[in-house]
């Protein structure tokens, strides 16, 4: 920066005495945050202007956040705008720049909070002096050099300060025509012309983990249920001796989300505490506070009870196959009523998976799941059946720096596409560059009366065909899961479980998981519950919800908008109902409702139903 402007002209404070504080820290870390533990410490980041720093630093502190972790970010050009409005850029003044952001770092990280620290800072002396601050404060300082060569710095001169530097405007610009001097140990290097952001955050939340700073649980491992490959065939030639338990389509369809992590950190299905915890708290309670809303279990005959209880390990088998092993089993009551009052708020023996549960067998059995291998259909689909870590790698490989995931049991209208295509735009405002949209199906059971899933992936395909999802931003997948109607206790977990594939943004519909109640024919829950529950559901912090807006056929522009009541004439909602009867009858719906070749898949669906019957 410029060296030119006069010398600050600083007066010391005497006659005052400091303060101690009748809150100790450890009391402080209790209740800051709801990771309980004191976590103050300082961050530094230093480096040349256009490292990387202010990226970094908004970014960890978003990750730290979303994590339950308080943190506070503190960039240079935000400090310059107020504390430190009155300093210029003479060798004086960046002393005591420094100096009083050491300062201001000192006091929110004795509050409790990660404060990170984004300047260049480019003398040694001066962090060393920070550093001196903080440690005679008893708290912990992390330098962190944001190495970036200086050739890849000016290319990112957003600022259009080398360009000024270069042609004289600057004096004493840090790298052009004065030093840089670089840390010689510091804790870290972030070498940002090489690695992503995610990549640097990873390693920055590494290092605070190695320095117990932030607990290890923060960053949460998909927990595949696999056998190794190198014990494959041990398990299998056990798995011909022992006794054997035959499991349904819908059982292999949980197994499957078990095994792939989609349910972290389950070990298999629920034991009785697992099951009790979920029931009464939608929560696993064991290590943290961890989101599960809905029970993942493995009923049983009484027959099958009677003959299997005190085994060591169980044998599952699908269609002939012995597919995995169930170690450690426990039995325990399978209470159907209060298991349905409590996961549906309704009893009803005519909702399709309730009456599903009331059939089923009253016993559950629990305990830690051994899969022999990856679970397939055969269906034509199975390479659109990503797990967690595949996903993981593919938004890696895309070099995304933000997940929005749509779940979406029903064909794709141009009124989803709005919405995506709005919460791309609005996060592009935001500053993210990579945003990368996971339309993710749910593709487990599904009532009898929903459009079956390889009807829905072929409308999927059109859609993205036709140009109304970018398909360079967009990854389509498939979500194991079986669908339950359970309203906004399932839409818990259709979050959480696409938060452990590594999203964090969850658009969610009006009325999500819900069905109209089998008898009353109204709906069984509050439309507008689903998005607020989401917003205030414990455990899903690093997850930002986007609540649905309202869309509907705007007969004006022939194309979907989002509503405004104040222009109510102008909109046309096209129900569920007659846009499956405009498809039967093979007719079109108004222009713009939804693209013509997915309106064409759809139309061939409707038009196979009538020929089936």
């Known amino acids: 920066m410029s060296g030119n402007k006069k010398q600050t002209d600083l007066q010391r404070s005497t006659n ?37 720093k202010t990226t970094i630093g908004f970014a960890l502190e978003e990750y730290l956040v979303s994590h339950a972790i308080p943190s506070y970010s503190l960039d240079g050009d935000n400090i310059r705008h107020g504390l430190n409005k009155n300093l210029g850029f003479s060798t004086m003044d960046r002393e005591e720049n420094i100096r009083r952001i050491a300062e201001v770092a000192k006091l929110f990280a004795d509050a409790g909070l990660v404060c990170i620290t984004s300047f260049i800072s480019p003398y040694t002396k001066d962090r060393d002096e920070a550093r001196k601050i903080l440690k005679a404060a008893g708290l912990p300082f992390f ?32 790298g052009i025509d004065s030093e840089y001097e670089k840390p010689e140990a510091p804790e870290l290097v972030l070498k940002t012309g090489q690695a992503t952001v995610n990549e640097c955050i990873q390693q920055l939340v590494g290092l605070l983990q190695e320095q117990s700073i932030v607990p290890t649980s923060v960053m949460e491992e998909v927990k595949e249920l696999f056998v190794p490959e190198n014990k494959l065939d041990l398990a299998q030639a056990e798995a011909k001796t022992l006794p054997t338990l035959q499991i349904t389509q819908l059982d292999m369809q949980w197994m499957q989300v078990l095994a792939e992590g989609w349910a972290t950190p389950l070990k298999g299905f629920m034991r009785e505490r697992e099951f009790l915890q979920v029931l009464h708290f939608c929560t696993l309670l064991d290590g943290g506070t961890i989101n599960l809303s809905v029970p993942i279990v493995l009923p049983v005959s009484s027959e099958n009870k009677e003959s299997l209880d005190g085994c060591a390990a169980i044998a599952l088998e699908y269609e002939g196959r012995k597919v995995a092993i169930l170690r450690n089993p426990e039995f325990y009551e399978h209470r159907k009523e209060e298991r349905c009052a409590r996961q549906w708020g309704t009893t009803c023996a005519k909702h399709p998976h309730i009456k599903m549960v009331m059939e089923s067998g009253d016993w559950l059995v629990g305990g830690d799941l051994e899969v022999m291998e990856r679970i397939k259909w055969n269906d034509g689909l199975d390479q659109y059946r990503l797990t967690p870590t595949e996903l993981k790698q593919k938004f890696k490989e895309m070099k995304a720096d933000a997940i929005f995931a749509f779940q979406l049991r029903n064909p794709v209208h141009n009124g989803h596409a709005l919405l995506m295509q709005d919460t791309k735009r609005r996060l592009l405002e935001r500053g993210y560059k990579r945003p990368v949209l996971l339309l993710h199906p749910l593709g487990g059971w599904t009532k009898d009366d929903d459009v079956p899933l390889a ?45 452990i594939a590594g999203a964090n943004f969850y658009i969610v519909g009006r009325d999500p998981a819900g069905m109209p109640h089998p008898e009353t024919k109204k709906d069984i829950y509050e439309p507008t519950h689903g998005a607020k529950v989401l917003t205030m559901a414990p455990g899903l912090s690093s997850v930002e919800i986007i609540p649905f807006r309202v869309a509907a056929y705007n007969k004006a522009k022939k194309a979907m908008d989002f509503y405004d009541k104040e222009r109510h004439s102008e909109f046309d909602f096209i129900s569920g109902t007659r846009m499956r009867k405009l498809a039967r009858d093979g007719e079109y719906p108004p222009d713009g409702f939804m693209a013509p070749k997915a309106w064409k898949v759809l139309t061939e669906y409707y038009v196979s139903l009538g020929k089936e019957n």
């Not at 209740?31 to 300082?42: N, P, Q």
């Not at 944001?146 to 360009?163: F, I, N, Q």
């Not at 859609?463 to 906004?488: H, K, Q, R």
């Open 143 to 174: 330098e962190v050099y944001v190495d970036a060569p200086l050739d890849v710095c000016e290319s990112r001169d957003v600022k259009g300060l080398y360009k000024k530097a270069r042609a004289g405007e600057i004096k004493g610009f840090t």
């Open 16 to 52: 005052v005495v400091y303060q101690a504080h009748h809150v100790s820290r450890t009391k402080r870390g209790q209740v800051v945050g709801t990771r309980a533990g004191f976590r103050g410490c300082v961050v530094w980041l230093t480096g040349l202007s256009g490292a990387g």
């Open 455 to 499: 009807w829905r992936m072929k409308q999927h395909a059109a859609v993205l065909e036709e140009g109304v999802l970018d398909p360079n931003s967009t990854i389509v997948a498939i979500f194991p899961s079986p669908m339950m109607y359970a309203g906004p206790t399932e839409v818990q977990w259709h979050c959480r479980a696409r938060m």
